[in-house]
C-alpha cells in the first residue's frame, strides 16, 4: 500500500510563549482566512498588509527562521535604479517581557 504525503498550505508560524503568529510566507495576513496573531485562544490580529512606497511586496524568499523569528526577502521596484536590485528583508520575532 503506498504511502500519501499531504502538504499543506505555504504560511510562516512562529510562536513564543502563548503568542502564535500565522501569516502569509510574505508576512501577510489576508482577511479573511484563520491566520493572524492568537494570543492563547483569542485572535489578535485578523489581518495584515505590508507596502513600500504604496506598493505591494513582492516575495523572494520568506519562512520561518526559528520557532520564535521569520524572515521575508523583497524586491522594491519603486526604489530600484536601472543598473541595480535592491531588496528589504523584514524580520519578525515574538518575545513577552
Do not use: C
Amino acid at each position: 500500500m503506498p504511502f500519501k504525503v499531504q502538504v499543506g498550505p505555504h504560511q510562516a508560524a512562529i510562536h513564543h510563549a502563548q503568542t502564535l503568529l500565522v501569516s502569509d510566507p510574505d508576512g501577510q495576513i489576508n482577511w479573511p482566512s484563520e491566520k493572524g496573531l492568537y494570543f492563547y485562544d483569542t485572535r489578535v490580529i485578523s489581518s495584515w498588509a505590508i507596502y513600500a512606497n504604496g506598493e505591494p511586496w513582492i516575495l523572494l524568499n520568506g519562512g520561518a527562521v526559528t520557532h520564535y523569528a521569520s524572515r521575508t526577502i523583497s524586491p522594491i521596484a519603486a526604489f530600484r535604479p536601472p543598473t541595480a536590485l535592491f531588496r528589504i528583508a523584514r524580520s519578525a520575532s515574538l518575545s513577552v517581557e
